[in-house]
């Protein structure tokens, strides 16, 4: 039994038309993809894809907001890291010219004009150690100080202040401090650093020589309070000078007193060859120590006050040098002056390494977020990116059916019975 089907010309007609419709579609959309260089052109291409895509995107734009704000704040360290090589070196400069002031050849004036010119050392660190980034915001400002984080000279007892917060802003894997701890580098603490400045005075009309060294640190500290953590001031009193219980020995008492008394008041004493300068160990301040040298008399007292800041270090080797009377009084302030900038210089010289680890950590985070980018970029790619190959060949393949479904249509088209009849 035969089965007959009849097709309607418009139908056929209809149906050519509507799969050319579709080739030529699907032809724009490749050509689309191919001109974008995306397989994701919309998300309802591959919503898979496409927040896949979106997420890495996102990623993307994060690390390059990290990079900048990293590039920023390794700018502001590296300015602070050359600020303190520039405060070493004005200090370094500044000790020269101090040590020149020890000649016992000068005069009083000249001494002062070294004074004066020391001065001007003096006031270059102060506004170094205030200098801002360019963003106005001070390098040393710890964690958060005023615009000019040191202040200064007040009144004493601290004649110089860190007008902020001590600490250094800890780094985290993406970013670095902005600042560096200015209290850490230019402030000073007793029982940490030993910064004292010694001031001695003499019975009047005895004339003779007495110098001190500077006051060392009695490692380890007492565990026990003392005035160290209490910014105490002392003061050594010879109190006898013994040349005769002991033939050819010299034997020297004093007592120290305290302010504000912690635990004091002390006493002790010490010994020499008569025939020698006096050579004594003063060891009887918990956690310090201090040598006399001369021909120490009765009355004589030796004064230790903390002195909180390099600047203050600074202003005392001005004064003391520049109102010296005698050679014998420019050489214990040249050495004082000296023992302490070099205290000071260490302690800036430790803050600018840690800035120049900053720096290398900063190179490691750049370095490891141009990695993750790579990787993330990666992601994003393979996510919505065009196989080209694919892309040119698919394409190729659309626009030959495209042609083929043309070609046909217009040869089907001709067949008609009137075309016959005609």
């Not at 004005?90 to 004074?115: D, K, P, V, Y």
């Given at each position: 039994m035969a089965n007959f089907v009849r097709l309607g010309s418009a139908n056929a007609y209809d149906t050519a038309l509507s799969n050319i419709m579709s080739r030529q579609t699907a032809l724009a959309n490749l050509q689309e993809n191919l001109t974008s260089g995306k397989r994701v052109v919309r998300a309802s291409d591959d919503p898979t894809g496409a927040a896949q895509a979106e997420r890495a995107i996102?990623?993307?734009?994060?690390?390059?907001?990290?990079?900048?704000?990293?590039?920023?704040?390794?700018?502001?360290?590296a300015q602070a890291e050359a600020t303190l090589?520039?405060?070493?070196?004005?200090?370094?400069?500044?000790?020269?010219?101090?040590?020149?002031?020890?000649?016992?050849?000068?005069?009083?004036?000249?001494?002062?004009?070294?004074?004066?010119?020391?001065?001007?050392?003096r006031d270059q660190i102060f506004a170094m150690a205030n200098r801002q980034d360019t963003n106005g915001l001070p390098l040393f400002s710890a964690l958060g100080s005023a615009l000019a984080p040191f202040v200064g000279p007040q009144g004493l007892p601290q004649d110089y202040t860190f007008a902020g917060q001590p600490g250094q802003v800890a780094s985290n894997e993406v970013s670095i401090p902005y600042t560096l701890d200015g209290d850490r580098a230019f402030m000073n603490m007793p029982g940490r650093d030993g910064v004292f400045n010694v001031t001695l005075t003499t019975v009047a009309g005895a004339p003779h020589e007495l110098r001190s060294s500077g006051v060392t640190l009695v490692q380890p500290l007492p565990a026990a309070p003392s005035?160290?953590?209490s910014n105490s001031s002392y003061a050594i009193t010879i109190t006898g000078v013994d040349t005769t219980s002991v033939p050819g020995t010299t034997t020297v008492t004093y007592d120290i007193s305290e302010t504000p008394n912690v635990t004091g008041p002390f006493s002790g004493s010490s010994s020499y060859p008569s025939n020698t300068p006096a050579n004594i160990a003063v060891t009887a301040i918990p956690g310090l120590s201090i040598n006399v040298r001369g021909a120490p008399v009765v009355g004589d007292v030796l004064t230790l006050d903390p002195r909180p800041s390099i600047f203050s270090v600074l202003d005392d080797a001005i004064r003391d040098i520049g109102n010296a009377p005698?050679?014998?009084?420019?050489?214990?302030?040249?050495?004082q002056a000296l023992h302490n900038v070099d205290i000071g210089m260490s302690r800036i010289s430790a803050v600018r390494g840690q800035a120049g680890d900053l720096l290398n950590r900063a190179d490691r985070i750049s370095n490891n977020q141009e990695k993750r980018s790579i990787q993330v970029e990666g992601d994003r790619s393979r996510a919505e990116d065009l196989d080209m190959i694919k892309g040119v060949s698919d394409f190729q393949n659309q626009q030959t059916g495209y042609q083929a479904a043309l070609q046909s249509y217009a040869q089907v088209q001709k067949l008609s019975l009137f075309n016959f009849i005609s």
């Open positions: 996102t990623r993307l734009a994060r690390i390059q907001t990290d990079q900048r704000a990293l590039e920023s704040q390794r700018a502001s360290i090589g520039d405060v070493n070196t004005a200090l370094q400069s500044f000790r020269e010219l101090a040590a020149t002031a020890g000649n016992a050849s000068h005069s009083a004036q000249e001494r002062q004009a070294i004074a004066n010119e020391l001065k001007g050392y005035g160290l953590s005698n050679s014998n009084a420019s050489m214990q302030a040249v050495g």
